[in-house]
């Protein structure tokens, strides 16, 4: 059984970063596909950014140029680099690992971009 722990979120003005950080447990890490997703009030979760395996990425159209995605597999942890953040942004952010068609997730953790 894989558990996923997210931190980093918080209150951030427009403008500003965050680092989200997933820690990984349970499981072989650099077997995950691993990705980040999004759940504003009101509407679906959606997919932000995943990494694979190798290390290759892919980006939501809204976030390209902005987020960055990286993992460490010696530290089975994920880390969405957040930057130049807008209020749109605002969001429970969730962390999940894909492995054999299985996916994990974490709780979730709380990012809002105000002024």
């Known amino acids: 059984q894989v558990q996923l722990v997210e931190s980093g979120g918080g209150l951030v003005q427009p403008g500003g970063s965050l680092r989200l950080s997933c820690a990984a447990s349970g499981g072989i890490f650099s077997h995950y596909v691993m990705g980040w997703y999004r759940q504003a009030p009101g509407k679906q979760r959606e997919l932000v950014a995943t990494i694979t395996r190798a290390g290759s990425t892919s980006y939501a159209n809204s976030v390209k140029g902005r987020f960055t995605i990286s993992r460490d597999n010696a530290k089975n942890t994920v880390y969405l680099q957040m930057n130049n953040l807008k209020p749109e942004d605002t969001a429970v952010y969730f962390c999940?690992?894909?492995?054999?068609?299985?996916?994990?997730w974490g709780q979730g953790t709380q990012v809002t971009v105000s002024s």
């Open positions: 999940n690992a894909l492995y054999g068609g299985t996916g994990y």
